[in-house]
């Protein structure tokens, strides 16, 4: 029953490989149908999968977002490529891929090329880490919530160094705006995250989920979900926490300088990181891929129907990140420092000692006798 | 038959290969017939790949995918200098909505591919204007939108105003009108995507 | 971070045209501003003297082209002093509905730009949306919908069309319902009075020292208001409050233009019930034949050009969308006019920059100069 | 009050105002003296409260030039013109700069577009035109560009 993803790699692989053995003769057949050689293929094809899924995921994203945004401004937006304008942002890559990428003359060159690389490759590399159904991606990893958290908080770091290697004011101001944002709501949300480790009592994703098949973690830990989505937000620099893109004042924030194909590297991961937002949220506070009980077994038991109501929770929670840019303005960065260190931290740590008191009292499982919250 | 029996053998770089017409000297190796060929063949091959592939290949092949998303997804530049910006504002409003066509406004000058020249050019904003299209990377088009920019307007005459911004940068496509209906401006724009669907490298 | 210089301008997407505010910053902190305008100077003073009188209508619409009417309007009133002539009453009352519909179009293009400037991104659609429907109105009796030529020396260029007062009420319904929307959009959020309250402070006596006027002057707690003051056209004849705030921050600022265009919505409901019971004629009977035509050939003598009429000078004032703008004319019995000088409140409000600007922070810089409302157009002329 | 605004001037300001011309929608078009420009003003913000400077405009008129201000006043709620005459060559006045505010950047323009100097000045350089343009376009021998002639012009660039 169990198919995941690595089994799944590793079936294409030994496929692939037998069929390349059957051909050659015995000495080389044996070494390219050899255990470990159909292991590093089926490392890199599990990459290769993970890779196609979340940029396809990513660029259905955009345009979602694009078209929900279109929609709550009473317009239709992209419209006139593909149907609805689905292929729009395929239009979008490959223009920017075929753009020439302007290097200003003084931009310090190792900091302007690696800075946007960097940033895409350490977002894409956390979707390896994060489970989205039983078994689907790497399997269980004890520590995976924490490496997870760790990758994730490189971000500010590439910003950073892509933004003053460009050798604008602009891009310095926005890279220096957003290294104090995502350095600043790194705490509440880890401090958040702390509060679902106590009460699921695991550090694995995997566990943290199983976890709650009789209950949502939103329930208990109201408080710490509201941390995390507004760190999130931050971190995902959103409205109303875009500030180091702030269109208003600093031109394009720090990736002013950036074109073409360096740019089109900044726009995908902004959407994979707000991909990724969605994704911990789902997986720390709203079940994952399990559904309550009263849901009819036939909707839970089809194939694949894990990654099914998962990303469908994902992409409910990205619309009400839609939701959120549409019709809140943005703050500014002093207040949206003091908000990051006086309101929510202490409210994370509020969050945590309410973990603890919920575990010690053992009042959890009184939560999953209510029917509408989890089986 | 003949050539696939003698590539599997030329692994184990056993087989005489002696039935070949072309080997007149029997104590020659198939494989060492095979490396001169080849190095013979090659560059000719290579010569002859780059032009298929320069001449046949962009043309036929590429061309057509980059021209569509380069047609399909314009970014103009952000920017207003008189009237015709406010219409053009408006064709990114509710009733128009340009973002139907892939058009979205971007404020950097490095991530546009559109120079819309939206009002009077002055020749106090002469030399920022050219330094904006000079840091828009390539392929990038320049849209002379409502008569200041195509030929000064109605001010003409006066002495603080370019007459016409092709003065300034090659201008692809005008629209006329003062200023244009914001219908006349998306018109223009899939005018220009005429162009772009026939571009050649 | 050392002390920099940035330019904010000419191309940035705060500014709302074509200017240039050089900021002085201290990492965040504005130390020091110095706008630099003239990006859009496009000679309009000079090319009136080319002009004639009727000609120079065109030039308006041009010069601010958010508030076209009011501009002609404006040049109107004091063309008429320096020559002398009368408008008809309806005439009147058209101008003063068209100025009013414009202060509508106008306060709606600021409000799409002013949420845009604090980050939100659907009323600006909005704004949008609900100008084009005043747009429309103008369409149906000038023919356009940003540059009108409309008015002309003694009255406008023509009547209204069939029907118009009812579409044009319709479309005054629908707007005030949407002035309930757009507050609640602003003034429910708290993040906007975060970011709005108590920027761009100023005060009533800077105002006058450094003559700010319009919506930033009246958001300082003063009444001044020349449709009130010193009434022109048919603003004698019609009611309406002056819009006031205490604040002298961008919330007053915002509060004082929200109510304005209700105000507006109530100054054309009477203009259209009046032009609803009083048909007549839009032009003077005496207006000289060359105002009219300036080049129709009379007979077969070529151009008849204007001979020994009287001089004068003109001096109007209105209250523009932005403030107080003014016209002087002086007529010096030629053809064309001698001198042209216009004085645009949106001059006047930049340049007091340093007095509003100072001791905020970078990121204020949008709000507060979406505030003020700049319209570089006006400014330059 | 508007009929006794002229008696009133010309009592309080003597023979630095020349007259005081009826000028329809205003308190009057005062005439004054330029050498005595800053009491002038000084006595209209002080004494008339006329405490907002609108509007600051020069006008060539090839023998000479005219340099005029437009105040209004709060408290009167009305307008008033002050109007001088400068010679053609080097006309110069005193600025209303330290009096009113607001009248920097007026006067900015009205140096570059008609050259009329205004003295002490805090800062008087370009304002519309670029820095280092030499012509002043609102005088009457500027002329502006004929459409063939500007054709022929620009070709040549």
């Known amino acids: 029953m169990s198919v995941t993803l690595l089994s799944v790699a590793t079936a294409i692989s030994q496929a692939i490989l037998g069929a390349i053995g059957s051909v050659l003769p015995q000495p080389a057949s044996g070494a390219v149908t050899n255990v470990n050689t159909v292991d590093g293929l089926a490392a890199l094809i599990f990459a290769a999968i993970l890779l196609l899924a979340s940029m396809l995921n990513t660029i259905v994203l955009i345009w979602w977002e694009r078209k929900l945004l279109g929609r709550f401004m009473d317009r239709r937006g992209a419209m006139h490529v593909g149907y609805a304008g689905l292929l729009q942002n395929f239009a979008d890559g490959i223009k920017l891929f075929r753009k020439d990428t302007v290097k200003p003359r003084e931009a310090d060159t190792l900091g302007f090329w690696s800075g946007p690389t960097a940033y895409m490759v350490t977002s894409l590399i956390i979707f390896a880490i994060l489970p989205v159904s039983t078994g689907w991606n790497s399997g269980s990893l004890p520590l995976s919530l924490l490496l997870a958290l760790a990758v994730f908080s490189f971000a500010p770091l590439f910003i950073f160094v892509s933004a003053w290697s460009s050798n604008n004011k602009y891009s310095l101001i926005g890279g220096m705006r957003s290294a104090a944002q995502m350095i600043a709501y790194e705490v509440p949300i880890l401090l958040a995250v702390v509060a679902v480790v106590l009460v699921s009592g695991s550090f694995d994703l995997q566990t943290i989920v199983l976890e709650q098949t009789n209950y949502w973690f939103w329930v208990p830990l109201f408080l710490a979900l509201v941390v995390f989505v507004a760190g999130m937000l931050a971190e995902m620099e959103r409205i109303p926490f875009d500030l180091p893109e702030a269109e208003a004042e600093l031109v394009e924030g720090w990736n002013t300088e950036y074109g073409g194909m360096m740019f089109a590297f900044f726009m995908l991961t902004d959407y994979l990181r707000a991909l990724l937002g969605s994704f911990l949220i789902v997986l720390l506070f709203l079940g994952g891929w399990t559904m309550p009980g009263w849901v009819p077994a036939a909707a839970t038991s089809f194939p694949l129907a894990g990654i099914f109501w998962f990303m469908l929770k994902v992409y409910i929670v990205f619309t009400v990140f839609v939701w959120i840019r549409a019709s809140l303005p943005r703050v500014r960065t002093d207040q949206l420092l003091r908000v990051g260190w006086n309101r929510m931290v202490p409210l994370a740590l509020l969050s945590v000692v309410l973990a603890a008191l919920l575990v010690t009292v053992k009042c959890l499982p009184v939560l999953g006798c209510i029917p509408t919250l989890g089986g | 038959m003949n050539a696939s029996s003698v590539t599997t053998a030329s692994g184990t770089a056993k087989a005489p290969g002696t039935e070949l017409p072309v080997v007149t000297q029997p104590g020659v190796p198939f494989i060492e017939i095979e490396t001169l060929r080849a190095k013979e063949f090659l560059p000719a091959a290579k010569e002859a790949l780059s032009a298929m592939i320069a001449e046949r290949g962009r043309e036929d092949l590429t061309q057509p995918v980059f021209n569509w998303a380069g047609r399909n997804s314009l970014f103009p530049l952000h920017w207003g200098l008189a009237c015709c910006a406010i219409e053009f504002a408006a064709a990114f409003g509710a009733r128009w909505d340009a973002e139907r066509f892939g058009i979205v406004p971007r404020s950097s000058p490095r991530q546009c591919d559109l120079m819309i020249v939206n009002g009077t050019v002055t020749w106090k904003v002469a030399h920022k204007l050219i330094a904006l299209y000079e840091q828009m990377p390539e392929p990038k088009w320049v849209i002379a939108m409502g008569n200041c920019a195509t030929g000064g307007g109605p001010f003409r005459t006066a002495y603080s105003v370019v007459p016409g911004v092709d003065k300034l940068v090659p201008v692809d496509l005008y629209i006329a009108g003062c200023p244009p209906r914001p219908e006349a401006m998306l018109d223009g724009i899939l005018k220009l995507e005429e162009l772009i669907r026939e571009r050649k490298e | 971070m050392s002390e920099m210089w940035i330019n904010m301008g000419p191309q940035h997407p705060m500014t709302h045209g074509l200017w240039n505010l050089r900021v002085h910053v201290d990492g965040e902190m504005v130390l020091d501003v110095d706008p630099e305008m003239g990006y859009l100077h496009r000679g309009i003073e000079k090319i009136s003297e080319d002009r004639h009188y009727n000609e120079v209508v065109t030039l308006m619409d041009r010069c601010c082209y958010v508030a076209g009417l009011a501009w002609e309007h404006l040049y109107i009133l004091s063309a008429e002093q320096a020559l002398g002539i009368r408008p008809p009453e309806r005439a009147e009352w058209i101008r003063v509905m068209s100025e009013e519909f414009q202060r509508l179009g106008s306060h709606l293009m600021w409000y799409a730009a002013f949420v845009q400037d604090i980050g939100l991104m659907a009323p600006f659609l909005y704004g949008m949306r609900d100008r084009d429907l005043v747009l429309d109105l103008f369409q149906s009796y000038t023919g356009a919908r940003m540059t009108y030529e409309y008015m002309r020396v003694g009255g406008v260029r023509n009547d209204l069309p069939n029907g118009f007062t009812d579409q044009s009420r319709k479309v005054c319904d629908w ?22 309250d108590g920027l761009g402070k100023m005060s009533r006596a800077d105002c006058v020292a450094y003559g700010v006027t319009g919506p930033m002057l009246r958001s300082a707690g003063s009444k001044r ?31 004082v233009r929200m109510e304005e265009m209700r105000q507006s919505v109530r100054i054309i409901r009477q203009a259209l019930d009046w032009l609803d019971k009083n048909p007549g004629p839009v032009m003077a009977a005496r207006v000289p034949r060359w105002l009219g035509a300036p080049y129709a050939p009379i007979g077969n003598e070529g151009y008849l050009l204007k001979r020994n009429y009287p001089k004068g000078l003109g001096l109007s004032a209105i209250e523009e969308p932005h403030g107080e703008a003014q016209a002087y004319i002086v007529n010096d019995g030629g053809e064309h006019p001698y ?39 006006e400014c330059d002329r | 009050m508007e009929a006794e605004f002229p008696a009133l001037v010309s009592a309080r300001l003597g023979d630095r105002v020349a007259a005081v011309e009826v000028f329809p929608g205003t308190l009057g078009r005062v005439r004054f003296r330029a050498e005595a420009a800053l009491d002038v003003f000084r006595s209209m913000r002080d004494d008339f409260a006329f405490d907002h400077l609108s509007m600051v405009g020069g006008i060539d008129w090839v023998d000479h030039r005219e340099v005029f201000y437009v105040l209004w006043s709060d408290a009167r709620r009305a307008y008033v013109i002050l109007s001088t005459d400068l010679p053609a060559e080097n006309p110069h006045i005193e600025s209303a700069t330290p009096t009113w505010p607001g009248a920097n950047w007026h006067e900015r323009e009205t140096w570059e577009m008609v050259d009329i100097h205004f003295d002490h000045h805090p800062d008087l350089r370009h304002l519309l035109m670029p820095d280092g343009y030499v012509f002043h376009p609102l005088l009457r021998s500027f002329k502006l560009h004929e459409p063939e002639e500007l054709e022929v012009k620009t070709r040549n660039v």
């Open chain 3, 225 to 255: 208001d020349l449709r009130k003051d010193r009434p022109y056209s048919a603003y004698d004849r019609v009611e309406f409050d002056v819009a006031t705030a205490d604040g002298a921050d961008v919330t007053a600022r915002y509060l």
């Open chain 3, 339 to 377: 001198r042209v000088k216009f004085r645009s409140p949106v001059f006047a409000n930049i340049s007091a920059a340093k007095k509003y600007l100072v001791g905020y922070r970078i990121a204020d810089i949008p709000p507060i100069m979406g505030s003020v409302d700049v319209c570089v157009g």
């Open chain 3, 175 to 196: 707007l005030i319902d949407r002035f309930e929307e757009y507050d609640r959009l602003c003034l429910a959020s708290a993040i906007f009075h975060k970011r709005c």
